[in-house]
């Protein structure tokens, strides 16, 4: 017998608070965050959610909620968004590389253009923002990639990290991969899963070009030479035309056999020079993945920098030299500051091909040359920089000091270019020009250039 006052239940339990919290949610996605995952909104508060694609109404399942965001999963489709497609690739649901694989190219270009204008908002002040410029193609476009491994339970697995963790999902292709790089990797992929030590061999990072192949294999600690000899062989067997073998210890051991580069064109008709260029990489030095992409980059930065023949040119971060090459084309001098011993001898062997007499190559880090050499004020009146993802902080001072007249910035991480157009904006450079080109299709990543002038910035750069 009950006690007064109460009634005894019957028939299903009422949900308790925390799981009607995580029953799925009625939300429509408003548009892409920085970071590659669709946003909407419930009472008020942001909702992050991987895979959806704006104009979706989707169920959603919370997963973890926060005073002023949460994050979900997509439970389920209710009504599909017209920029909605098919990815087209079986590992869309569970590698997440691809983060708007699901979302029209169009779509991708427009919430691109709107990133970029958000996340730098008035630092961009009266700037000319450039339209973005598409990547053609936007699908087998990457003739460079970096290839991850790791021992799994039925052997090597080989691939990409998933999305947001160090899980390396196991890829036997890639629809952003190039014909001629996805043959490569098919059969270096078979290869390594046939001959490598799965307790040593740590990533490769192979490049293609028009009837070339070539590839990095970086090792763990400890491999000794005899095992690198016994890659590199096998890796020519299965079709590379040079390799390169490592250990993670630099100074451990190296070998190389065949011819371990690749080379790319600058189109003339991108670049307005007045022939093609050619530039050998080395797969252990930097260079743009979408080829097309880069001609159409270099050449903006020869527009904006707009150098005459008598002009000083200083290239920081110039890598096998992609810009200083070009650059020294259409100037009086160039000096170029580079690092990466692979990509200074690259750029060595470039300009001699070149004949570019102009260019002065520099191996060692920017802020130690920039102390070390202590150029006067107004010595080089045009600077480019294309640092790496972390940007420029550390010597953006050095460079103010120099009073350059125009500094072309090229970014492909918009939190550090918006850092670091924060501490120029402090020394009087005001944007001038900006734009996006987009080098990283079905991803939220790009390329965007950016022109700087002291002052009020109002003038541009045809």
Known sequence: MSKPGKQKSRGRKRPSARSAASLPRELEIDGYAWGGKAVGRLEGKVVFVPGAVPGDRILVRLRRSRARYAEGSVHAVLSPSPDRIPPKCKFSSHCGGCQWIAARYERQLSEKD?????????????ARVEPPVPAAPHRRCRSRAVFHIRQGGSGLVIGFHQEGAKRV???????LLTEELEHAYAAQRTMLRRTADPGLLLKATLSASTGRAAGLYLFRDGAGRAVLEATAEAALRAGLDGVCCESRDPGHAMVS????????RLPSGDT???ADLTLRAH???????????????????????DPSPSDRVLDLYSGIGNFSLPLS?????????????????DAEKNMRLAGAGNLRLYRTDCGEWLERERPPAGSYPLILLDPPRAGAREILPRITALEPERILYVSCWLPSLRRDLE???????????????????????METTCLLVKGRARTVIA
């Open 114 to 126: 709107d990133l970029l204008r958000r996340q730098l908002g008035p630092l961009l002040g009266d």
């Open 272 to 274: 307005g020079l007045p």
């Open 423 to 445: 501490a120029l904006a402090e020394s009087g450079y005001r944007v001038a020009r900006i734009g996006l080109i987009d080098l990283f299709p079905q991803t939220y990543s």
């Open 257 to 264: 056999a065949g011819s371990p580069f690749t080379a790319y």
């Open 329 to 345: 084309l259409r100037s009086g001098e160039v000096s170029a500051v580079e690092s990466s011993p692979f990509a200074h001898a």
């Open 283 to 305: 797969p252990a030095s930097f260079r743009q993945a979408h080829e097309g992409g880069n001609g159409r980059l270099v050449g903006r930065a020869l527009r904006w920098l």
């Open 169 to 175: 999902i196991n890829l036997d292709r890639c629809p």
